[in-house]
């Protein structure tokens, strides 16, 4: 057997794939009386599925905390069945873990993937790249003709979650199944690093709507429309951007080509 077979053949038994023959396992394996090859094995097996476990609770704390440890490890292992680990960064093993919740959802506790998702970002947030905030200034130096057509770039340590529980209730509330279920409806969740810590707020409706159109891309104009039911539109679109500037979400205020010429 190659190097590459048996490589094939370890990465299969670790990840709970179909019994080898025991004959293939000790021709392929060193073992001995004592402990044969299939029981070795078994015993790398066995430690290959705790620290994927172990490096989940890491990235889902909270979520861990929620179901307490047998139905976390018992959720860990539906997982890992559907989505075993298939890259080298083993922080990356939960990308999926929402998207698994939402099609695997617990009716006692149907926030559980907006849970998820929110430490899935709060996670992500963390390791991104650092970025220097536009000075709180920068709209204020846009020419008043300019300030349309003007686009903001935003920091990349930031997320914006449409989630459809009350996800920053269940992430601080207590522990265990004694807690009552996190209230449904629309909630638009901001998350974002300032400095080495990661925090996260709620945003009204139309906040969310407007820093969305931000993240995409689109020109300030259509940013400051999401405010056109508020008594003070013009108002309250100059208190959010305010405000993104002084959280040092925005990292520059980019005008129009030609803007100034």
Not at 35 to 42: D, T
Not at 76 to 100: M, T, V
Not at 186 to 203: I, K, Q, Y
């Amino acid at each position: 057997m190659t190097l590459a077979e048996s490589q094939a053949l370890l990465h299969a038994l670790l990840e709970g794939g179909p019994a080898a023959d025991p004959e293939r396992l000790e021709a392929c394996f060193a073992g001995t009386p004592e402990l044969p090859a299939a029981e070795r094995v078994g015993i790398y097996a066995g430690m290959f599925l705790s620290r994927q476990v172990d490096a989940l609770r890491a990235s889902f704390p909270r979520l861990a905390a929620l179901l307490g440890e047998e139905r976390f490890e018992a959720l860990c292992g539906d997982y890992l069945a559907a989505h075993p680990s298939e890259h080298h960064d083993i922080g990356r093993l939960g990308r999926r873990l929402p998207a698994f919740l939402r099609l695997h959802p617990d009716p006692g506790r149907p926030e559980l993937p907006d849970l998820a998702e929110l430490e899935r970002a709060r996670d992500e947030v963390f390791f991104e790249a650092e970025a220097a905030p536009a000075p709180r200034e920068a709209l204020a130096a846009l020419p008043p003709e300019a300030f349309a057509a003007a686009r903001l770039r935003m920091v990349p340590a930031l997320r914006l979650l449409a989630l459809a529980h009350d996800a920053a209730a269940a992430w601080r509330g207590p522990e265990g199944d004694g807690s009552p279920p996190a209230r449904a409806g629309p909630v638009a969740l901001a998350v974002w690093r300032t400095g080495f810590e990661v925090v996260h707020g709620p945003l009204d409706a139309d906040e969310g709507a407007a820093l969305a159109s931000a993240l995409a891309g689109e020109p300030l104009a259509a940013v400051c429309a999401a405010f056109e039911g508020r008594d003070d539109p013009g108002g309250a679109a100059a208190s959010a951007l305010a405000s993104w500037l002084a959280e040092g979400w925005i990292a520059a205020v980019e005008p129009p080509p030609g803007a100034g010429a």
